[in-house]
Antibody
Framework: EVQLVESGGGLVKPGGSLRLSCAAS????????MSWVRRAPGKGLEWVGR??????????DHAAPVKGRFTISRDDSKNTLYLQMNSLKTEDTAVYYC???????????????????WGQGTLVTVSS | DIVMTQSPDSLAVSLGERATINCKSS????????????LGWYQQKPGQPPKLLIY???TRESGVPDRFSGSGSGTDFTLTISSLQAEDVAVYYC?????????FGQGTKLEIK
């Protein structure tokens, strides 16, 4: 069974930093393309960004609202995904989810880009 | 960026009746080389993470009841719940994964009438 467990959320002041982690199990993490998605209070889902597997280049894409402030990274030796959040704004307040698809085989994530597995989320509150 | 627009924003349907949610993308999400629509539908209940219902616009995820179905191609898509059950009360989102940034619709809140 695939499990994704986020941690690291909390209360931070505007302009501050926070690092979220997502511990993965039950899948071949090194092959997985991983994404972060958030949901602000009273708002809808928003994709934050993605990191490809190292075998597919390990590159990242970030949504425009967070580009230059947030950085996604991964440690395949620890089966862990990270989201480094700097220069936080009040509008970054949200529940942050890590998510991925479910597939096996070389290169399968080039096709399986939908999100089958989700963590329970971690709440980030940016407030003075 | 591809803009996803859902309609309606909210919907109230009687138990056992049909519920229909529409989703329109600002550009086609049909990839011609494999004839697949890069469109998914998710359900989110309060306090829970989203749950994938449909991918490739019409393929039901394993374990999802067959009262949920997806249709459409190109830029216009529909999620249909054939006979609404009490446990279907939730917010529903469409999402395109054709290109980054992956984008979601604004959500449709489904309630019981």
């Amino acid at each position: 069974e695939v499990q994704l467990v986020e941690s690291g959320g909390g209360l931070v002041k505007p302009g501050g930093s926070l690092r979220l982690s997502c511990a993965a199990s039950g899948l071949t993490f090194s092959n997985a393309w991983m994404s972060w998605v958030r949901r602000a209070p009273g708002k809808g889902l928003e994709w934050v960004g993605r990191i490809k597997s190292k075998s597919d280049g390990g590159t990242t894409d970030h949504a425009a609202p967070v580009k230059g402030r947030f950085t996604i990274s991964r440690d395949d030796s620890k089966n862990t995904l990270y989201l480094q959040m700097n220069s936080l704004k009040t509008e970054d307040t949200a529940v942050y989810y890590c998510t991925t698809g479910d597939c096996s085989g070389d290169g399968c994530y080039r096709l399986v880009k939908y999100f089958q597995h989700w963590g329970q989320g971690t709440l980030v509150t940016v407030s003075s | 960026d591809i803009v996803m627009t859902q309609s309606p924003d909210s919907l109230a349907v009687s138990l056992g009746e049909r519920a229909t949610i529409n989703c329109k993308s600002s550009q086609s999400v049909l990839y011609s080389s494999n004839n697949k629509n890069y469109l998914g539908w998710y359900q989110q209940k309060p306090g829970q993470p989203p749950k994938l219902l449909i991918y490739w616009a019409s393929t039901r995820e394993s374990g999802v009841p067959d009262r949920f179905s997806g249709s459409g191609s190109g830029t216009d898509f529909t999620l249909t719940i054939s006979s609404l059950q009490a446990e279907d009360v939730a917010v529903y989102y469409c999402q395109q994964y054709y290109t980054t940034p992956y984008t979601f619709g604004q959500g449709t809140k489904l309630e019981i009438k």
